[in-house]
Each structure stands twice: as structure tokens, then as C-alpha cells.
């Protein structure tokens, strides 16, 4: 009874029962997927490891509180290296922009861009080179020595935070008069999305303080699970909650397939629309998450094409690049653009000589999954096709490339439900606008005790970071009343 039951064995899941165990609390992870790490994953096939995640991990940088806190749960070593980027590749309307990650580099390259802008693009780099510079907050202070150091060393990034948060990024971008600019701002980060996230995406990056960790996603989830197991916690695999219990206004139980599993508290570091309606019958609301899932904004559903090639080829680390004729990803969602990977950076993702590669693209939802459900066969078909159309558009890049694949991996947002329950197909939960950023979403349901929410799902934006540091501080939570 004395257990803490813990829903999802992703990031925050993971984080939770390390905290929890270290201070000797027994607790049970119950994963529906047949293994830890939820959307932070990649896999192996015939040789080829394929990334689905990290591009981007912020607080990297030795001395930041983040990276403690990456050690802290073993997702990093003191020793672990952290690759970085030294441009981004975008290509629009047929041109194409390496844009330097260097502050120097980048200011450079877009004064001789649009010289007409040299006041406010001298403006935007001064904010990007402060965040560069400046020590990151993870979340907000819980104590005296926190504050401290929040207004210190990271007043740099409040200040940012604080002035920019509210703004989005088409609304910033109103200040440049060059509208090719404009553009390529937007495909740096959505217009819609704040402009704190953009100045975050560019200081980090600039300040390496935000790169990928070597080894990448499989190397941190195996290294966590591994340190959660030592600590004598407990995973129950392929094990889907479908209910909470509650009595008496408290959670005593989940159970999976009518079997009851009896805890002291739970925390659910899951999908949160699938907690209210159906763990919870839709009986105990969240006013503010309820409004959230009805009006705000989710990230876009994807699907994931892994290619393992038998050589390399000039693929950068990550490209934004045209099609020659946009493709139809199903149900008449066209797409005009992919992002393209490769980990040839990394030695253990290919075998000697050979490359994966990962092409992503925005997809309906709705479609996937309905043909998942009523048509298998024909669901297979058409993501074999969408595979071969884009294979056939790398093939007008990087002559050859078509005889060199050798492993071909096709994940659609039926196959993120399917995994990892994903509403909607959202990966990383509700998108960071301004409106959702300011949103003050309580951890608990009104009226239920020793319930608690935590996970991408309660951070708009989601992230490795809050992940983590959410799984954290929920446990400490628990702890202080045990
Ligand atoms: C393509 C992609 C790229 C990304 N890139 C980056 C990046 O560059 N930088 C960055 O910081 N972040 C990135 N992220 C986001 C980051 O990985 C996530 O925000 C973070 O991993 C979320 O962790 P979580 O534990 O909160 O949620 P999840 O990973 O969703 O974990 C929840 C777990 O709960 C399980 N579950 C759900 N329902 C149930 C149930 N009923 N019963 C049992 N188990 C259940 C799921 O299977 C899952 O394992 C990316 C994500 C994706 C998909």
C-alpha cells in the first residue's frame, strides 16, 4: 500500500521514481509501451539508430542548474559530450540560407541580408546574445538560495522571459520592413509561437548551451531506466491504466485490464486529455487544462521516415528543405517542406561508412488513425508510398541515394497513439504561445488528494527540460508529506 504509483515511464515518469527512490519510497512505474521513454525515443533497426527526438537539449553547458539536474537523474554524465550545431540549413521559395550559430556570424549574415533593418536586427541579437550568456532558471525559484541565484546569474534570461513572453513572433517581427526576413524568422520558429521560445532556440544554441547529447535519446532513457532499476524501482511494461480510483476524495488506485494496483499516491506523467476523460470519467474536472484542450493550440502531428543508407552523403545535421512538388502526407494534407536529419556526427548510429538519416513531415491525425483502424493493409500501402515519394525527392538532391537504402522505418501519428496515447497526435502537448505560457495550471484536481499531474502536457511548450525537472519536483512534493 505504502507505494507510489507512477503513470508513464517517459521523462517525467522516470524522473519522479528516481527522486522518490533515492529517498528510499517505493514506487511503480506502468508504461503502456513495451519500453521507457516515451516520446523521447529512437530505435535500432538492422544496425541504423534513429533519433526521433532530441534536436535540442537546453542547459547543457557545465555549471548550469540544468545540466545538475541532467546528472542528477543520470540522463547525463559529468563526461557526456554534447554536439553543436555550427549553422542551420533553410531552404525558401528555392534559395537556400546557411545561417551561422555564432552571434558574430549570425548579426553578420543578416546586415548583409537586409541592411534596411540594421537598428532592429542589431536589437534582436543583442536579446539572443543575452540569453546566450546568461545562466537559465529551471522553473520557478522554490527557495531563498534559488531566488538569489535566479536574480543574479539568470537575470539576463527573467528579464527576457519576463519582456517577451507575451509577445509572439509575428508580432515582433512587425518592427522589420524586409519581408524575406520575415520569413526566414518564421521558419526559425512559428509565428504564433512567443518570442521568448525564438531568443531561447537561437542564445541556447549560440551559447552552447543547448545541443545533442552523443548517443542521444537511447543512451539517456537506457542510462535513467538502468539507475531507476538499481535504486529498487519497479516497471510494469505494455501495462495501459484505464482507470483511477478514487474514494473518498482520494486516489487510492489505477487499475490496467481490471486488475487494481493500490498506492499512496499517484502520479500520472501522461497524455492529460486521456487522464480526464478516461482514467478519470471525465468526473473530476481540471477547469484550466479542460479549457486548454478545448481552445489551445497543440504541436502539429508528424510522420517520421527513417532511412539507414549504405554511405553517406552531404546531408546536413538539420536541414528545412523545399520539395520540388508539394506531396500529399494523407487525407489531403499537402506538405511543400521536410526536415532533414543525419547523425553521421555520431558514430554509433551506422554502421563504418553508412548513415541514418531521418526525414520528418507534418500529417493528419485524423486520417492515420482512422485507416490504421478500418484498413490495415491500405494503412500500410499509403505509408509506403508516402515513403517512396520521398525518397524519390531526396533522389533529385543526392544522386543515388535511392539504391543506397537499405532500412526504411515509417512512424505516422497513429503510430505515436498507439505507443504513447498521444492526443491528437501531439507530441509535444499544447504549442508555446503566449496564451498558454501564461497559463497557471494547477497540479491537482480540485477535490481528489494524492493525485498529481506532472509532464510535458502541464508545461505548454513541453521539452526535455520541464520533463525532467516537473518528475522532480512532484517527487519532492510527495516527499515532504511522507
Ligand atoms: C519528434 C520530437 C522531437 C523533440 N525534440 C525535442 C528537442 O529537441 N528538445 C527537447 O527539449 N524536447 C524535444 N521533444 C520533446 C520531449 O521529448 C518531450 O517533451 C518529453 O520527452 C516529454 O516527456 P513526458 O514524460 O512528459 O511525456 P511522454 O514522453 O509522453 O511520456 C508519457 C508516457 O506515458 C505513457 N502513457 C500514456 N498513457 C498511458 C496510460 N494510460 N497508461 C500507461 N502509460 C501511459 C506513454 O506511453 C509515455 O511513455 C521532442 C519530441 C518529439 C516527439
Not at 507510489?4 to 522518490?20: N, P
Not at 523521447?40 to 537546453?58: E, L, Q
Not at 551506422?350 to 541514418?356: E, F, I
Request: glycine share 8%; net charge positive; proline share 5%.
Amino acid at each position: 500500500m505504502e507505494k507510489v504509483l507512477i503513470i508513464g515511464a517517459g521523462l517525467t515518469g522516470l524522473s519522479a521514481g528516481i527522486a522518490l527512490q533515492k529517498k528510499g519510497i517505493n514506487t511503480e512505474i506502468f508504461e503502456m509501451a513495451p519500453w521507457p521513454g516515451g516520446v523521447c525515443t529512437a530505435w535500432v533497426r538492422n544496425g541504423y539508430t534513429f533519433d526521433g527526438c532530441i534536436h535540442w537539449m537546453v542547459g547543457t553547458r557545465e555549471g548550469e542548474l540544468m545540466r545538475k539536474m541532467y546528472e542528477e537523474v543520470h540522463a547525463l554524465r559529468e563526461d557526456s559530450i554534447i554536439y553543436h550545431l555550427d549553422s542551420i540549413t533553410l531552404e525558401i521559395d528555392n534559395e537556400t540560407y546557411v545561417i551561422p550559430l555564432d552571434v558574430v556570424g549570425f548579426k553578420d549574415f543578416f546586415l548583409d541580408f537586409a541592411p534596411e533593418d540594421s537598428i532592429e536586427i542589431v536589437a534582436f541579437c543583442k536579446e539572443v546574445e543575452k540569453i546566450s550568456k546568461s545562466k537559465l532558471i529551471p522553473g520557478s525559484p522554490q527557495n531563498i538560495k534559488e531566488f538569489f541565484y535566479a536574480i543574479t546569474k539568470g537575470r539576463n534570461f527573467l528579464r527576457t522571459v519576463v519582456k517577451y513572453v507575451d509577445i509572439t513572433v509575428s508580432e515582433y517581427c512587425e518592427r522589420f520592413s524586409n519581408k524575406e526576413l520575415v520569413k526566414i524568422i518564421y521558419h526559425l520558429m512559428g509565428p504564433s509561437m512567443s518570442v521568448f521560445a525564438l531568443f531561447m532556440m537561437l542564445g541556447t544554441r549560440m551559447g552552447k548551451n543547448g545541443g545533442f547529447p552523443m548517443g542521444g535519446a537511447l543512451t539517456m532513457i537506457k542510462n535513467m531506466h538502468e539507475y531507476y532499476l538499481s535504486l529498487g524501482g519497479k516497471t510494469s511494461f505494455n501495462t495501459k491504466i484505464d482507470e483511477i480510483v478514487i474514494e473518498n476524495g482520494r486516489a487510492k488506485a489505477i487499475k490496467s485490464n481490471e486488475k487494481e494496483y493500490l498506492g499512496s499516491y499517484v502520479i500520472v506523467a501522461c497524455d492529460i486529455h486521456y487522464t480526464l476523460k478516461n482514467m478519470l470519467k471525465d468526473k473530476y474536472p481540471h477547469p484550466v487544462l479542460n479549457l486548454m484542450l478545448e481552445e489551445m493550440p497543440l504541436f502539429e502531428p508528424l510522420m517520421l521516415i527513417s532511412l539507414g543508407l549504405d554511405k553517406k552523403y552531404p546531408i546536413p545535421y538539420s536541414a528545412i528543405c523545399s520539395m520540388t512538388k508539394p506531396i500529399d502526407t494523407g487525407g489531403m494534407n499537402k506538405t511543400s517542406q521536410y526536415q532533414i536529419r543525419t547523425f553521421d556526427f555520431d558514430s554509433s548510429f551506422a554502421p563504418k561508412g553508412c548513415s541514418s538519416v531521418l526525414v520528418t513531415l507534418s500529417a493528419n491525425f485524423n486520417y492515420w488513425q482512422n485507416l490504421r483502424e478500418t484498413d490495415y493493409q491500405t494503412y500500410k500501402n499509403e505509408k509506403e508510398l508516402v515513403a517512396k515519394k520521398i525518397i524519390d525527392e531526396l533522389e533529385t538532391r543526392y544522386k543515388g541515394i535511392k539504391e543506397s537504402v537499405k532500412v526504411k522505418d515509417i512512424a505516422t501519428p497513429s503510430t505515436y497513439f498507439r505507443l504513447n496515447n498521444l492526443y491528437m497526435g501531439s507530441y509535444e502537448g499544447f504549442l508555446p504561445v503566449p496564451k498558454a505560457l501564461k497559463m497557471k495550471i494547477k497540479k491537482q484536481i480540485i477535490g481528489v488528494k494524492n493525485l498529481y499531474l506532472a509532464g510535458q502536457w502541464i508545461t505548454p511548450g513541453g521539452g526535455i527540460p520541464p520533463a525532467i525537472l516537473d518528475g522532480l519536483r512532484t517527487a519532492k512534493t510527495i516527499i515532504k508529506k511522507y
